[in-house]
């Protein structure tokens, strides 16, 4: 498969859509050049997020360590002491959080379409992005802060980690033919092995 055909997931959470963010984030991923090949509008239920997540049967484990590992660096004590434990209590917050209100799920193509998004997204934790990623200069929410408040952590958009995760997300979101397959004029400038024809 050509670089140019990756796809990724991007999900617009409950707290993007209440903050009117779904302009910007659409602006920020189609001015780098990526291409939207899917969109839709939902409410989704407590099942759906549980087996999003779940794709990745690790991802209690791997989201767990993740979480304690930030405590970790920042010097803080971690309220959790096993990995799986912290990864469930993750996803039961995720779950509460995801199921508040509608999203909007995207299908997103380009050339490394996985990193891409995830270097314009920035960190999970938005206390931890960097400025000028979408988390870091529009959401101010910690680990530390939602922890306190028993709720996940609100960071606006999902962002499919790896090429692997994006390939079973996409299905589960998307029917096959709901994904469409066209092309943009500005594909030629991205991708074509020549750029020739500009001048007439």
Request: charged share 25%; proline share 4%; hydrophobic share 40%.
């Amino acid at each position: 498969m050509h670089f140019s055909k990756e796809k990724t997931l991007v999900i617009i959470k409950p707290d993007g859509i209440q903050r009117s963010m779904i302009g910007e984030v659409v602006k920020r991923l189609e001015r780098v050049g990526l291409k939207l090949v899917a969109i839709d509008m939902n409410v989704p239920t407590e099942e759906k997020i549980r087996a999003h997540y779940l794709v990745d049967p690790e991802w209690c484990v791997k989201a767990g360590q993740k979480s304690m590992e930030a405590y970790q660096k920042k010097g803080i004590e971690c309220p959790f002491d096993d990995p799986a434990k912290a990864g469930e209590k993750v996803l039961n917050n995720l779950v509460k959080y995801m199921t508040s209100g509608p999203v909007v799920s995207m299908v997103w193509q380009g050339a490394h379409a996985v990193s891409i998004v995830r270097k314009i997204v920035g960190s999970t934790e938005p206390l931890s992005s960097d400025v000028g990623t979408i988390r870091g200069d529009f959401v101010l929410d910690s680990y530390q802060m939602s922890d306190l408040n028993g709720r996940s952590v609100r960071n606006l958009i999902h962002a499919s980690g790896s090429v692997e995760d994006a390939k079973k997300e996409i299905p589960h979101w998307f029917a096959s033919e709901k994904v469409i397959n066209y092309r943009l004029i500005q594909e030629q400038i991205l991708y074509d092995v020549n750029i020739d024809g500009d001048l007439e």
